[in-house]
């Protein structure tokens, strides 16, 4: 089937007992018995709730994976799969991904006897280089936040098969509808599905989608023993979000394409950084292995002050950490969602004072125009 097709109807099925076009919301914590561990095959809500699974199945189909898990958070999903390895373990991950998973690398995880090392995983060698007797996972995002540099995600997933690596890609920025990790090779794709996949500002959450038998069983264990599971009523939410879940993404790269070019004829915007672009250094690589280029900007403005004063003056763009949503926002990611890495590291990776992030939403394109106009007027 293709993608808009599966995004309504898998993993749903009119309701057995009524006949409900959509999936109820199953809100309960627990089961009735008829007997002593005689039951129908749901026993408590932490361990099976059938919208949760509807969401599960919903976006396994369209990640081209056989499997779902979901959790209560993008980052509740990514401490999950940091239980596939252990003490004394070495993960290599992408040296600009997400701040928060920085954070939780760095400053939770390190303590338990993991060993992490920040690469840009963009070149292969590195990674290569990076690969010692104890690495077990490659963990990529790409395109990274807020930088937007990618990973060849099919020589990765050769990297990780001959060195016995898990490869682990967080999709949160190309959404299903521009990427597929799994279908070029990779063993796990990681969603903040807080973001494009729910897209409508009102709901946290995370999946991991697999079609590796064994790491599914590990990780639907893990969901169940540690427990950070979504509310059935946010699994509703964001499975009545997938349904437009390919307008809403073929949206998102017009608005953000011509915003891009507009952008590109102002002389205050230094830096553009779009994969849509071909002044992207690898537009190539992204024509090659995405369907589009998704819907987040980065522009270096080049001053801090001038960076503040736009910020301040726009009025349709809100300013608020996350992307991904209806409705435009933007961010200096330097003090919001990377203000948890370290200055010196942000430098390294350009994410500097003065780059202001742009989640195009879905908002006339003409009005975000006017709107960047009068807040960038000298
Ligand atoms: C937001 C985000 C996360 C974390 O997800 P939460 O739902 O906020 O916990 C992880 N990766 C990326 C790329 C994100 O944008």
Redesign the pocket.
């Known amino acids: 089937m293709g993608f808009s097709t599966d995004a309504i109807h898998a993993g749903q099925k009119p309701d057995e007992t009524t006949g409900a076009i959509i999936t109820p919301i199953y809100q309960s914590s627990t089961y009735a018995q008829e007997g002593i561990n005689e039951h129908k095959g749901y026993e408590y809500g932490r361990t099976h709730n059938l919208t949760r699974a509807a969401l599960e199945q919903n976006i396994a189909v369209l990640e081209k994976g056989k499997y779902g898990i979901a959790f209560a ?4 999903a ?1 401490q999950a799969l940091m239980t596939l390895v252990k003490n004394g373990d070495h993960v290599i991950v992408s040296d600009n ?2 701040g ?2 920085y954070r939780l690398f760095e400053t939770i995880f390190r303590d338990y006897g993991i060993d992490y090392s920040w690469v840009e995983t963009s070149n292969l060698d590195d990674v290569k280089n990076a690969i010692k007797i104890n690495t077990k996972m490659l963990f990529i ?1 790409t395109p990274t ?1 807020p930088m937007l540099t990618l990973t060849d995600l099919s020589a990765i997933s050769e990297i990780a098969r001959s060195n016995n690596l898990i490869s682990i890609v ?1 999709n ?2 190309m959404s299903p509808y521009f990427q597929n990790p799994l279908a070029l090779g990779i063993d796990v794709v990681i969603h ?4 494009f996949i729910n897209g409508h500002s009102d709901v ?3 999946i991991v989608l697999t079609s590796d038998e064994k790491i599914n069983e590990r990780l639907k264990y893990v969901q169940n023993a540690a427990g950070a599971v979504p509310s059935p009523f946010d699994c509703w939410l964001t499975l009545r979000a997938t349904k437009t879940l390919a307008v809403r993404m073929k949206q998102h790269q017009e608005n953000a394409i011509k915003l891009a070019e507009f952008l590109s004829s102002q002389n205050y915007a230094r830096d553009i950084i779009y994969p849509g672009l071909e002044s992207h250094p690898q537009h190539e690589l992204a024509k090659k292995q995405m369907s589009g280029f998704g819907g987040m900007i980065s522009v270096d403005v080049g001053d801090v002050e001038y960076a503040r004063e736009i910020i301040k003056r726009l009025k349709i763009f809100t300013l608020a950490e ?2 991904g949503s209806v409705e435009s926002l933007v961010c200096i990611p330097s003090e919001m969602t990377h203000a948890s890495v370290p200055k010196e590291k942000r430098d390294q990776l350009g994410v500097t004072d003065s780059l202001i992030r742009f989640s195009v939403g879905l908002e006339d394109i003409e009005d975000l125009i006017d709107d960047i106009k009068q807040a960038t007027e000298k």
Do not use: H, P
Not at 73 to 76: D, E, T, V, W
């Open positions: 958070s993008g980052l509740a990514t991904v997400y928060g998973t995002e936040n967080d949160t920025f903040s599905s807080t973001k946290i959450g995370g996350s992307l």
